[in-house]
């Protein structure tokens, strides 16, 4: 299980009281702002009175099957979609469901605050989810959002800033100096932020290679099916690498024969992630900046295949291939993964 390292609890510790009772609330945009926010669960549930958990979809499962015997309250789904390969088409098309989400979760916030007593609010994106009777925290690495056209990358950073502004403490998981594994999105001028350093949610443990490949899988609909659909295709064709295929999701999976050398499991508990990723190879996954942190301390080898049209994806793979044990591949170039596996296992 992975833990808080000392520089990541000498930054939170000043912000948290054992008379606190505080509400973790991560955006539901694949399983990262959840799975990140784990260690800091853990460490809050032994310095403060409660933790509370709020959030939806996918992230909310997996925080309930981590923590089952923590409170949970359900929040409104921001319902973002990569239907299409441009990051700024899909959030312009968001725009009215994450508007409209923000002002339930604000709502929400008034009614759980008035329900549970709590002192403070820890939200991970939620742009809307904070209270005028709470301390309110914001966590996130991106105070900047990348695109090619700089006007639109400006603005989009601005609003975003905009809103970190509105809470009283912004928390960066990553480090501030050279150390940084996201520069370009993490560095910050604004006085209210606070960088913990990395978050690790899986420990390296001393254990055998059982598997040669692990898939990892998560991030919004339809891009999670549609990478699932072409890297089973291409799995299933490569019986001499024994696979665990971790879809990320519980919904009922459209391949349902069975092949010896894959062993897929539709939805895993932490410990299960850690002993895969300690026990394996090869990681194949989304170059998500959770998973980034997740790995970097680890042995495994990885092919990161952001989103298309996700920049902040792109950009991480892009900065973390210098590094020999990575590899980027795009979701349309699936036909190179059998050479790519073979460079790198």
């Not at 993490?186 to 913990?196: D, E, F, G, I, R």
Request: glycine share 4%; aromatic share 8%.
């Amino acid at each position: 299980m992975g833990s808080l390292s000392d520089e990541n609890i000498k930054a939170l510790k000043p912000y948290f009281d054992i008379k606190d009772t505080v509400i973790v609330a991560p955006l539901n945009w694949g399983l990262g702002h959840a799975a990140r926010c784990i260690p800091i669960i853990h460490w809050l549930k032994s310095i403060t009175n409660e933790v509370i958990i709020a959030s939806d979809g996918a992230a909310l499962e997996l925080l309930k099957e981590e923590f089952p015997n923590l409170r949970h309250y359900p929040l409104p789904p921001y319902k973002i979609k990569y239907k299409y390969e441009s990051i700024l088409i899909n959030i312009l098309l968001a725009i009215p469901n994450i508007l409209i989400a923000m002002y339930k979760e604000r709502e929400q916030a008034n009614t759980l605050i008035k329900n549970t007593g709590a002192t403070i609010i820890l939200s991970d994106n939620r742009l809307g989810f904070r209270n005028d009777l709470t301390k309110n925290y914001y966590m996130t690495h991106q105070l900047h959002l990348l695109h090619s056209n700089t006007l639109i990358s400006k603005v989009g950073s601005k609003i975003h800033q905009w809103c970190i502004s509105r809470f009283d403490t912004c928390f960066i998981p990553d480090f501030k100096d050279e150390l940084s594994i996201c520069p370009a999105l993490s560095k910050s001028n604004l006085p209210n932020t606070v960088y913990l350093g990395t978050l690790r949610r899986i420990d390296k443990m001393d254990t055998t290679i059982e598997n040669d490949i692990v898939v990892i899988l998560s991030g919004p609909e339809p891009q999670r099916s549609m990478l699932e659909s072409a890297l089973w295709t291409a799995l299933i064709k490569l019986p001499m690498y024994k696979t665990i295929f971790i879809r990320g999701t519980k919904v009922k999976r459209q391949h349902t024969d069975a092949y010896n050398h894959i062993d897929v499991k539709d939805f895993v508990s932490q410990n299960e992630i850690s002993k895969a990723l300690n026990q394996s190879k090869l990681l194949i996954t989304r170059s998500g900046y959770t998973t980034i942190m997740d790995i970097h301390n680890l042995a495994i080898k990885a092919i990161l295949i952001p989103t298309p049209g996700q920049t902040e994806q792109e950009y991480l793979a892009d900065f973390h291939r210098k590094n020999p044990k990575y590899q980027k591949l795009n979701q349309n170039e699936l036909n190179k993964l059998e050479k790519t596996i073979k460079s790198l296992i």
